[in-house]
């Protein structure tokens, strides 16, 4: 096969380039994985290149897994091409670890190859563990989310604790004692956290020579995707790895460096040229994705950066719709402009939507919205499937069985389900493992040894112990799949959920049967334990894209490396995006305007960008005023298209769920008896404490109601005419719940029926 086909020159030049640096400049939607995986191809076919010596290392699952799929394709019928390896970063260090990571007991005492991999979730229990030995209140001190991030932050900047306790902020050296007993517990339940991946790498590639020499004769050609999103010890492990052959290709675009409040570094593909001197650079910057509008729109926006190597995307696509800017009176009418027109645009059941926010929050009324007009759809970034409790759950037995000295997974399983061990009992156990500097196992194993534990709890603990013994054993010769199954009936956590005859029981079930189905695939593999929780942990939020979702919600920084034919991008607003916290760093700004750009180069043939004139922030009482992003203001005013404004009137047969509220509303006021005569009306609202139409007061005579106080909030009563400092006027139509907790249901005027939180509501009586 002629693997240079159809390439353009310089897509061809990047394949052909063989020995030395490449660094390959590649804009959005230039074909930058055609031509890694041409390369690769091409390396192996042409230049006889092993597929062992050939590492691509990427970001995602979902890259790594299309990759290898083209090179699959491109090389024919023929079985994969046997060791060729394409992975994320992590993976690749984990496989490195679990292969050749004896010596980095030398650096990290306790550490062995059966190490576990905590996720965020273990992670936060190491970091609320650390902070109560320390007597750090979350309330008084930071919450434990946040000294998760500022951890996670110090090791992507490769910050010991000695480095954070040198600070003169007194909050700062607290957070280094932190550090410093999260770090040992960790190392005491021979524990990596994803960062670790990284870092205890390119520690023992450092320290073990022979290692070290080893890889660079293994991988021969190394080819990194994404470069412009490396961190600095991926960098480091980059040049370890490329230490003797420099056969190393690097491909990113320095405008879509979008991580680095995550510990990404510009400066590795900024600097590159002036790292290897002798590196050619290959500009990709004909655009196979966008039309000629959407381009020229993204690339003048992001031309006002000044960290850019430089490039102009070029299309031979058509000129193609104007881009839409869409100025909403509120979110609210932003989000139902977004509904709106995706059904307008929408027709085949191949229509591919993207709507995309820049923080997780907005997606609130958005989903509101298509929910109302009956729109399915899909939002990336949610709850994994490997992040459900039940599953944890499984997957802790598996990690306990695997590492003994895994204390999060022991704490975590040891009752659940119950077996009748009380917090008491746990806090005596983890008190005994730190005053005799014992994982939890140990500690365990000892009390129960000395009977330190009240007879009921003894006993129980010993049945504990024995099953996780026993688990150990069938581990050894049972596949995985039927140690799973084992562990799920004999643990008594399958049995629980089964005579739980709850929907949510019968879901957990359902999710735990697809974990035995992901447990036969990779006894089908060959897997075991290690590689099956090393999958489970390295699941990312962007491997959760449905593919078949029509409309698919999510943020920018997810949106990386997808198209779409449509997208939107609501809350273009000064504050929100570019966010707040970038206006006082121009780096912080330029990162923004990069991730805008990223966003507007996910869309195909249709764009639109929405702001909105208020906005509620933080459950406040107030509607804040927000002002057009400056990005809006740098596009070119020849490809943008203002749109109008959306009538005011919901048309109800749009919305389902307005329309089943009416009749709620209607079923619920006209209750009893009809009220046919003046008298019979008066009466009706005489009943509720209302003032009854002046008419119909002065015709039945009856006197007038008191008007209701003039003040907002509380005591709002049914039938009361209010205003909205939003929807205008309108009349109360229904009422649910007390307190603070109590629902109104107003009909405004020109908006239909909208339901509101009465504390929050802002109504006020007619003047």
Same mark, same amino acid.
């Given at each position: 096969m002629?693997?240079?086909a159809?390439l353009?020159?310089q897509q061809?030049?990047?394949v052909?380039?063989?020995?030395g640096?490449?660094?390959i400049?590649a804009?959005?939607g230039?074909?930058?994985?055609r031509?890694?995986?041409?390369?690769i191809?091409?390396l192996i076919?042409?230049?006889?290149v092993?597929p062992?010596?050939?590492?691509?290392v990427t970001?995602?699952?979902?890259a790594?897994?299309?990759?290898?799929?083209?090179?699959h394709?491109?090389?024919g019928?023929s079985?994969?091409?046997?060791?060729?390896t394409?992975s994320?970063f992590?993976?690749?260090?984990v496989?490195?670890?679990?292969r050749d990571?004896?010596?980095?007991?030398e650096?990290?005492p306790g550490?062995?190859?059966n190490?576990?991999?905590?996720?965020?979730?273990?992670q936060?229990?190491?970091?609320?563990a650390?902070c109560?030995?320390l007597?750090l209140?979350?309330k008084r001190?930071m919450?434990y989310?946040?000294?998760?991030s500022?951890?996670?932050h110090?090791?992507n900047?490769?910050e010991s604790?000695r480095?954070?306790a040198?600070?003169?902020?007194?909050k700062?050296?607290?957070?280094?004692?932190v550090?410093?007993?999260?770090?040992?517990?960790l190392?005491?339940?021979?524990?990596l956290?994803?960062d670790d991946?990284?870092l205890e790498?390119?520690?023992?590639?450092r320290?073990d020579?022979?290692?070290?020499?080893?890889?660079?004769?293994r991988i021969v050609?190394l080819?990194i995707d994404?470069y412009?999103?490396t961190?600095?010890?991926?960098?480091?492990?980059v040049r370890?790895l490329t230490?003797t052959h420099?056969?190393?290709c690097?491909?990113g675009d320095?405008?879509?460096s979008?991580y680095?409040?995550?510990?990404?570094?510009?400066?590795?593909?900024?600097?590159f040229?002036?790292d290897?001197?002798?590196?050619?650079?290959i500009?990709?910057?004909?655009n196979?994705?966008s039309t000629?509008?959407?381009?020229?729109?993204?690339s003048?926006l992001?031309?006002n950066?000044r960290?850019?190597?430089g490039?102009?995307l070029?299309?031979?696509a058509?000129?193609g719709?104007?881009?839409?800017?869409?100025?909403?009176?509120?979110?609210?009418?932003?989000?139902?402009?977004i509904a709106e027109r995706i059904?307008?645009?929408v027709q085949?059941?191949s229509?591919?939507?993207a709507?995309l926010?820049?923080t997780?929050?907005?997606?609130?009324?958005?989903?509101e919205?298509?929910?109302?007009?009956?729109?399915p759809y899909?939002v990336v970034?949610?709850?994994?499937f490997?992040q459900?409790?039940e599953?944890?759950n499984?997957?802790?037995?598996?990690?306990?069985i695997?590492?003994?000295q895994?204390?999060v997974?022991?704490l975590?399983i040891?009752?659940t389900?119950a077996?009748?061990i009380?917090?008491?009992?746990l806090?005596?156990?983890?008190?005994y493992?730190l005053?005799h500097?014992l994982?939890?196992d140990?500690a365990?194993?000892?009390?129960?040894?000395e009977?330190?534990?009240p007879?009921r709890?003894q006993a129980?603990l010993?049945?504990?112990r024995?099953?996780?013994?026993?688990?150990?054993?069938?581990?050894?010769s049972?596949?995985?799949?039927e140690?799973?199954?084992?562990?799920l009936k004999?643990s008594?956590?399958?049995?629980?959920l089964?005579r739980?005859?709850?929907p949510?029981?019968?879901?957990r079930?359902e999710?735990?049967?697809?974990l035995?189905?992901?447990?036969?695939e990779?006894?089908?593999?060959?897997e075991?334990?290690?590689?099956? !929780?090393d999958?489970? &942990?390295?699941?990312?939020? #962007?491997?959760? =894209?449905?593919?078949r979702?029509? $409309?698919s919600?999510l943020t920018?920084?997810?949106?990386k490396?997808l198209?779409?034919p449509?997208v939107?991008?609501?809350?273009l607003?000064q504050?929100l995006f570019p966010h707040?916290?970038?206006?006082?760093?121009p780096?912080?700004?330029?990162?923004?305007r990069?991730l805008?750009y990223?966003g507007?180069t996910?869309a195909?043939q249709r764009?639109?960008?929405s702001w909105?004139?208020?906005?509620?922030?933080?459950?406040?009482?107030?509607?804040e005023?927000?002002?057009p992003?400056?990005?809006?203001?740098?596009?070119?005013?020849a490809?943008?298209?203002?749109?109008?404004?959306r009538p005011?009137?919901?048309q109800?047969?749009?919305?389902?769920?307005?329309h089943q509220v009416?009749e709620?509303?209607?079923k619920s006021?006209?209750?009893g008896?009809?009220?046919?005569? !003046?008298e019979?009306? &008066?009466?009706?609202?005489? #009943?509720?404490? =209302?003032?009854a139409p002046?008419q $119909?007061a002065?015709?039945?005579g009856?006197?007038?109601?008191?008007a209701m106080p003039?003040?907002p909030?509380?005591?709002l009563?049914?039938g009361?005419?209010v205003?909205?400092?939003r929807?205008?006027?309108g009349?109360i139509?229904?009422?649910?719940?007390?307190g603070?907790?109590?629902?109104?249901?107003v009909s405004?005027?020109?908006?239909?029926?909208v339901?509101?939180?009465?504390?929050?509501a802002?109504l006020?009586?007619p003047?």
């Amino acid at each position: 096969m002629d693997f240079l086909a159809g390439l353009n020159p310089q897509q061809r030049q990047a394949v052909t380039h063989v020995d030395g640096p490449l660094l390959i400049l590649a804009g959005a939607g230039s074909g930058k994985t055609r031509v890694i995986t041409h390369r690769i191809a091409h390396l192996i076919r042409h230049h006889r290149v092993h597929p062992a010596a050939i590492a691509a290392v990427t970001f995602t699952n979902k890259a790594a897994d299309e990759m290898r799929e083209r090179v699959h394709h491109l090389l024919g019928d023929s079985p994969p091409p046997a060791g060729l390896t394409v992975s994320t970063f992590h993976s690749f260090c984990v496989r490195l670890l679990r292969r050749d990571g004896q010596r980095l007991a030398e650096l990290r005492p306790g550490f062995t190859r059966n190490f576990t991999i905590y996720d965020e979730g273990e992670q936060l229990a190491v970091v609320k563990a650390a902070c109560r030995r320390l007597g750090l209140e979350e309330k008084r001190f930071m919450t434990y989310r946040g000294v998760q991030s500022r951890l996670s932050h110090a090791k992507n900047h490769q910050e010991s604790p000695r480095d954070l306790a040198a600070s003169r902020d007194e909050k700062t050296r607290k957070l280094a004692e932190v550090f410093e007993l999260y770090e040992a517990l960790l190392r005491q339940s021979n524990a990596l956290d994803f960062d670790d991946l990284l870092l205890e790498t390119v520690r023992l590639l450092r320290h073990d020579e022979a290692a070290r020499a080893a890889y660079n004769r293994r991988i021969v050609q190394l080819l990194i995707d994404e470069y412009q999103d490396t961190n600095r010890s991926q960098y480091e492990l980059v040049r370890l790895l490329t230490d003797t052959h420099r056969n190393l290709c690097v491909v990113g675009d320095e405008d879509q460096s979008i991580y680095g409040w995550r510990g990404a570094d510009i400066r590795n593909i900024l600097d590159f040229e002036r790292d290897f001197p002798d590196a050619l650079t290959i500009r990709l910057e004909e655009n196979y994705r966008s039309t000629k509008n959407i381009l020229e729109c993204a690339s003048q926006l992001v031309a006002n950066n000044r960290q850019r190597l430089g490039k102009w995307l070029w299309t031979a696509a058509p000129e193609g719709e104007r881009i839409g800017i869409y100025e909403a009176r509120d979110a609210e009418d932003e989000a139902l402009f977004i509904a709106e027109r995706i059904d307008r645009l929408v027709q085949q059941p191949s229509d591919r939507v993207a709507v995309l926010y820049r923080t997780n929050a907005q997606s609130r009324q958005i989903e509101e919205a298509l929910r109302r007009s009956g729109r399915p759809y899909h939002v990336v970034g949610g709850f994994s499937f490997y992040q459900r409790a039940e599953i944890k759950n499984a997957l802790a037995y598996l990690k306990l069985i695997h590492s003994p000295q895994d204390s999060v997974s022991l704490l975590r399983i040891v009752n659940t389900p119950a077996r009748g061990i009380g917090k008491t009992t746990l806090e005596q156990l983890e008190s005994y493992a730190l005053d005799h500097n014992l994982d939890l196992d140990s500690a365990l194993a000892r009390m129960l040894a000395e009977q330190r534990f009240p007879p009921r709890a003894q006993a129980a603990l010993e049945a504990f112990r024995k099953l996780i013994q026993d688990l150990r054993g069938a581990a050894a010769s049972e596949p995985l799949d039927e140690l799973l199954h084992q562990v799920l009936k004999r643990s008594g956590y399958w049995g629980m959920l089964e005579r739980d005859d709850s929907p949510e029981a019968e879901a957990r079930l359902e999710n735990l049967k697809e974990l035995l189905n992901a447990a036969a695939e990779a006894t089908e593999r060959e897997e075991g334990i290690p590689e099956f !929780l090393d999958h489970a &942990a390295l699941v990312s939020e #962007a491997d959760s =894209l449905d593919e078949r979702a029509q $409309v698919s919600l999510l943020t920018l920084h997810n949106a990386k490396g997808l198209e779409f034919p449509i997208v939107f991008i609501a809350g273009l607003e000064q504050g929100l995006f570019p966010h707040s916290r970038s206006m006082e760093r121009p780096e912080a700004l330029e990162e923004e305007r990069r991730l805008c750009y990223v966003g507007m180069t996910r869309a195909r043939q249709r764009l639109f960008l929405s702001w909105a004139r208020v906005r509620r922030r933080w459950a406040g009482d107030d509607w804040e005023p927000s002002n057009p992003s400056q990005f809006l203001r740098e596009l070119p005013a020849a490809v943008t298209e203002p749109l109008g404004e959306r009538p005011s009137t919901v048309q109800v047969d749009l919305f389902a769920e307005q329309h089943q509220v009416r009749e709620s509303v209607r079923k619920s006021v006209l209750p009893g008896k009809t009220y046919n005569s !003046l008298e019979n009306i &008066a009466e009706f609202f005489a #009943a509720r404490g =209302l003032k009854a139409p002046s008419q $119909v007061a002065a015709a039945a005579g009856q006197p007038k109601v008191v008007a209701m106080p003039r003040k907002p909030g509380k005591g709002l009563v049914l039938g009361a005419e209010v205003v909205h400092p939003r929807y205008g006027r309108g009349t109360i139509v229904r009422r649910e719940g007390e307190g603070d907790a109590t629902k109104l249901t107003v009909s405004f005027h020109k908006h239909g029926l909208v339901k509101l939180i009465e504390r929050y509501a802002s109504l006020k009586t007619p003047e």
